[in-house]
């Protein structure tokens, strides 16, 4: 009987071990997500069969979706068939083992985005690609930004131009 009250004994606190490690293993995968979603980038990963296993709520906004309606569907039913064309090297690229970096332009309803994008390959221990992490960031600004800036430097340069012809011109 001693004996096997020492056994119980044993079980539960085998048993609250075990509930306490699962309440912050639950806590710790709530952070992430919470870090995840608050990033100002738009985070997926996709499986080698090219169904998206994780979307962070950038990435799922991105494409008009919520995280739950993106996880699960193919990468073509979520981007579109002309994306998926568009983007079709770089994917298997990755998926053949190789890291890559590309920008992509594309509309959403009245406006175009761009984004640059990063495909890293996951591999197993095993040394075979399981899968793809793809980190994206909306550059449309900084690309706006920069395009303002070199037509205000061409700008500058036919200004400068201008006044040397009026100043030869004045000296003629």
Known sequence: T???????????QAVESQHRA????????????LILDALPAQIAY????????????????????SKEE???KGVAEVMGEQTMEDIGEQIQRTLDGEETVYEYRFDRG?????????LIPHKTA?????????????????KEAERKLTEAQRMS?????????????NNL
């Open 70 to 72: 993106v996880v699960g």
């Open 46 to 65: 996709v499986g080698d069969d090219l169904r998206y296993r994780f979307v962070n709520q950038g990435y799922a906004e991105m494409f008009g979706m």
């Open 22 to 33: 699962q309440q912050e293993l639950a806590a710790i995968e709530e952070r992430q997500r």
């Open 157 to 169: 340069a036919v200004g400068q131009l201008a006044g040397g012809l009026a100043h030869d011109f």
């Open 2 to 12: 001693q004996e096997l009250e020492q056994s119980n004994e044993q079980l539960r």
């Open 110 to 118: 009245d406006s175009e985005v761009i984004t640059k994008r990063m």
């Open 126 to 142: 095993g040394g075979t690609v399981s899968g793809l992490l793809n980190l994206s960031l909306d550059i449309t600004a900084e």
